[in-house]
């Protein structure tokens, strides 16, 4: 029974009816005859103990019920990689392939990666030292075979899919990546391995390598800086699902990255962050389900621009415990950011209207082109940041602002609060007073647009003044005017006029419309929320 036990089998993956778990132990446990193995599975609910057999601990696992202890000859080991390849694309004699050989993409995180169709794999690929890509997921592949066996059978390999796999040990992928001087891409992820804790000698086996995945890996920060200085090129990195809680400043390593997926780990202290910010070349960190509620950049000061992740286009933060609007002002800090993802955040909830919301981020931050994978376009940025501007006016009269220039000092506190509120009031000019009105609480009425209705053509006719909802249409407003004024709706012609806000893109599409005739006319002047 012995002699189906690899020599190193304490620490190896193995696979059994379907489950995936590690050996901890090999040897007897009395009062029962034979070896046994010790099991640390995966799926928790799949064992029976922690370990622990008769009030004898002989191993130690993670969960109460993690443990089990199993006969040698009902594990599976594994398989060196060349034999699965061999398997799966039908060039082990097997002239009919896998069943599911149509149906294998090159997944790399939460991306297809564009790839050679595996679909006609054995028609256009038909000796192995012709493959460019392999996927050999769920494959059992454990360890890298006979030396140099795969360098002689398949050198080309370029993009490798080992996702969900038995590798126990990085020096595993080591040996299988030595073998191939032109790889780039490698998804090792959901394979739980062991990675060094010391530096290793260098092997020359990543120095193409451009993305890697080690989603589900049990990787920590430090042992992906120790690996790291393999990796001269890496592009992408995805390292989501390990459990990370603590960054460390990367050191000549990862200076090439330009995507980092840290996705659904622990990473509960935005301060942490700051650890990676000498990424110079990142432009899109993903963070989503960490348990973040605070992101903080103290290089600077409000309404300026740090020197952090200075080449940081996209941040995703959706799935955290953000709740604070000085999160936003500070993400108004990154000189490079266009794109933000914050949703399934408490802030998000923070307005009823959760269109509003998304109007204050767009004001809040400057350079944002997209939130939330929606574009944000210029009219829409103007909108929220002229809204913006009269929302907060009266808190910054009360602060010390005014519209006087030579008077005007708002207070450092209401300065913190709003940064770009100053930037905004030099763009559009300082709110005036009739803009300045107290938000009222939520109802009809504080929905209404307050309308003076003037007859240019008719000096007697004294204004009107009327408050109209916001949802009413030109033609509905039409009608208005004709019982008011007793002008036909075909005699109309209308036009807005205001010292602040151009006409509205509603109104702007009437007015071009074959709806506007003659020359009677109605200024509408001074609209205000």
């Known amino acids: 029974m012995t002699s189906n036990i690899p020599p190193d089998a304490v620490g190896r993956r193995i696979l059994f009816n379907g489950e995936y778990g590690t050996v901890l132990y090999v040897g007897s446990v009395p009062p029962t005859a034979g070896i046994w193995l010790g099991v640390e599975w995966d799926n928790h609910q799949r064992g029976k103990h922690n370990g622990t057999h008769e009030g004898i601990q002989y191993f130690k696992c993670r969960n109460p019920t993690g443990g089990s202890f199993i006969r040698p000859n009902k594990a599976n080991f594994g398989v060196d990689f060349l034999s699965a390849v061999k398997k799966q694309y039908g060039l082990n004699g097997d002239e009919h392939g896998t069943e599911n050989e149509k149906d294998m993409s090159l997944v790399i995180g939460r991306r297809t990666v564009e790839r050679v169709g ?50 126990s040990s990085w020096m595993e992928v080591i040996a299988i990546a030595c073998q191939l001087e032109n790889l780039e891409i490698v998804n090792l992820s959901q394979n739980k391995m062991k990675f060094p804790t010391t530096s290793l000698p260098a092997s020359g086996a990543f120095y193409k390598l451009r993305v890697l995945a080690l989603n589900q890996t049990g990787v920590t920060w430090a ?260 019982r008011l004024l007793r002008i036909p709706g075909s005699e109309l012609k209308l036009s807005y006029e205001s010292s602040k806000v151009s006409l509205s893109s509603v109104m702007q599409q009437y007015m071009n419309s074959d709806l506007i005739q003659n020359n009677t006319s109605c200024h509408t002047a001074k609209s205000q929320h």
């Open 118 to 167: 595996f679909d006609s794999i054995k028609e256009r690929q038909k000796q192995l030292n012709t493959l460019n890509d392999v996927s050999v997921d769920e494959c059992a592949v454990s360890f890298a075979g006979p030396e140099e066996e795969i360098k002689k059978t398949c050198p080309n390999i370029r993009r490798i899919s080992l996702s969900k796999n038995l590798l």
């Open 223 to 482: 042992e992906v800086l120790l690996c790291a200085t393999e990796w001269p090129a890496l592009e992408e990195l995805y390292l989501a699902s390990n459990e990370i809680s603590v960054l460390q400043r990367p050191i000549d390593v990862l200076q090439t990255l330009k995507w980092l997926d840290l996705s659904d780990n622990q990473l509960t202290d935005g301060n942490q962050l700051q650890l990676i910010a000498n990424l110079s070349s990142l432009e899109r960190l993903i963070l989503s389900n960490n348990g973040i509620s605070s992101i903080c950049f103290p290089d600077v000061g409000f309404g300026r621009k740090t020197r952090m992740f200075p080449s940081l286009t996209h941040l995703g933060v959706n799935g955290n415990r953000i709740s604070e609007w000085s999160v936003i002002n500070e993400l108004d800090k990154l000189q490079s950011l266009q794109s933000l993802d914050c949703r399934n955040n408490p802030l998000m909830d923070t307005d009823k209207n959760t269109e509003t919301v998304k109007q204050l981020i767009i004001a809040k931050i400057g350079q944002l082109k997209f939130l939330n994978k929606s574009q944000i376009f210029p009219e829409e940025r103007k909108g929220a940041e002229l809204d913006y501007r009269k929302k907060f006016g009266i808190d910054w009269i009360k602060a010390g602002g005014n519209q006087d220039p030579n008077k005007n000092r708002p207070s450092e506190e209401f300065l913190a609060a709003h940064p770009r509120f100053q930037l905004l009031c030099e763009k559009y000019g300082a709110p005036e007073d009739g803009e300045l009105k107290k938000e009222e609480p939520f109802s009809l009425k504080h929905q209404l647009l307050s309308l003076t209705i003037k007859c240019p053509d008719k000096p007697d006719q004294k204004p009107i003044e009327k408050k109209l909802p916001d949802s009413m249409t030109i033609q509905k407003v039409k009608g208005l005017l004709y």
